[in-house]
């Protein structure tokens, strides 16, 4: 019992730390990122090539005035960036980022809480964050934060739906919803990326709607609403807001890796698939977890640099016109598909299994973005060269 909780209470301390420091150091990288699309040098004054940009941001926010508006609800206005910092944290408790430890007391294993419905609880407490957005809009007393706040309530209940059953998808080729066994499953039959290659897409979409990131950073649009639901606040409140999205983003990078590409899984190898556990398979493993993560939020922030945002009207009809019904249809064809594989053909999910979900999968990819396009991107632009030529 000592053991477990010494163990538990040191998981806690360096998972959690290590997120607060790879949140301010994607700070940094999001803007050097950003400065090289746009041919800009970026961050290079503070520190070594500017590595100690973030703790100048960070000391700055402590040192700048706290502002608080004069008819604001005063304990919802203070409480609203906890709440919606407090979340993102908590949802990366039950997120496995590598093998098993061993130690001379036992195994411990490399996740937080190995909680037996670890996806609905991922499901049930990333969904809370909306409400310090939401309360943080409602609280400042301004007609723009109150906006922001709406929009991201509408916006989380929009594709949250979608979000959550495209996650059913994994459910049923799992049978499981403990995130350990879904990596075990992965690690058995190839990864979910490839056998469920819809549902990675409509999660991946609204995933970036539920971190509230460009092209669907409606509730923050600068150009409509001043700042959107943080317009009154400033100084470290203000910071958590931000400090929030980015652990949003790192816990939807990392449920994406564990999901569908097979969490801590190292490709191309047996390895690390089973016991004895070593020191140098936890090591190996975390690093590659932290790989595919940091591919999903370089991704995030590449995104951001790319695209324009939504019309808040084709942002409500992407949720509700396209994913929603487009999950709707997937489970579907998906649920008859696993159903004749294992009643009719008797297998059992495997290599074999998950190829032929991947033809299918294919298949309505491919249909489904022939749909998406209808020769207004990929077929308009080869149209129109072809007139000009």
Excluded at 41 to 60: E, M, T, W, Y
């Amino acid at each position: 019992m000592t053991f477990f909780l010494v163990s538990s209470i040191a998981k806690v301390v360096v998972v959690f730390t290590a997120i607060l420091v790879a949140v301010a150091l994607i700070t940094l990288l999001e803007r050097r990122i950003c400065a090289f699309i746009q041919d800009r040098l970026g961050p290079n004054r503070v520190g070594p090539q500017g590595l100690l940009q973030p703790a100048a941001d960070g000391l700055k926010s402590l040192l700048k005035e706290e502002t608080l508006p004069a008819q604001a609800d005063k304990v919802l206005f203070l409480l609203a960036p906890a709440i919606s910092f407090t979340p993102a944290l908590l949802t990366f408790a039950v997120i496995p980022f590598a093998t098993p430890l061993p130690t001379p007391w036992g195994d411990v294993p490399m996740v937080v809480a190995d909680l037996p419905v670890g996806f609905l609880y991922i499901l049930a407490i990333s969904s809370l964050g909306v409400y310090g957005v939401t309360l943080a809009g409602w609280s400042s007393n301004n007609k723009y934060a109150l906006l922001g706040g709406l929009r991201a309530s509408a916006q989380m209940i929009s594709y949250e739906i979608a979000l959550g059953m495209s996650t059913v998808a994994v459910l049923l080729l799992a049978g499981n919803v403990t995130l350990s066994q879904v990596i075990a499953q992965q690690q058995a039959g190839g990864w979910y990326v490839l056998s469920l290659l819809v549902a990675f897409f409509i999660f991946l979409v609204s995933a970036f709607a539920e971190t509230n990131r460009v092209p669907f950073d409606l509730p923050e649009a600068e150009a409509e609403l001043i700042a959107g639901y943080h317009t009154e606040y400033s100084a470290m409140k203000f910071s958590m807001f931000y400090i929030a999205e980015y652990a949003n983003m790192v816990t939807a990078s990392a449920l994406m890796a564990t999901l569908f590409f097979g969490g801590w899984d190292i490709p191309f190898t047996s390895w690390d698939n089973g016991p004895p556990w070593t020191l140098a398979k936890t090591l190996a493993t975390g690093a590659v977890f932290c790989a595919k993560t940091a591919c999903f939020v370089f991704l995030y922030i590449w995104v951001r640099w790319t695209l324009p945002r939504f019309r808040y009207d084709q942002l409500m009809a992407l949720g509700w016109k396209v994913l929603l019904p487009l999950a709707l249809v997937y489970l579907t064809v998906l649920a008859t598909a696993v159903w004749y594989l294992k009643e009719r053909l008797g297998w059992a999910y495997g290599p074999a299994f998950g190829w032929a979900l991947f033809g299918l999968n294919a298949v309505l990819a491919g249909l489904l973005f022939w749909w998406l396009d209808r020769g207004r991107i990929v077929s308009g632009s080869a149209a129109r060269a072809e007139g000009k030529a």
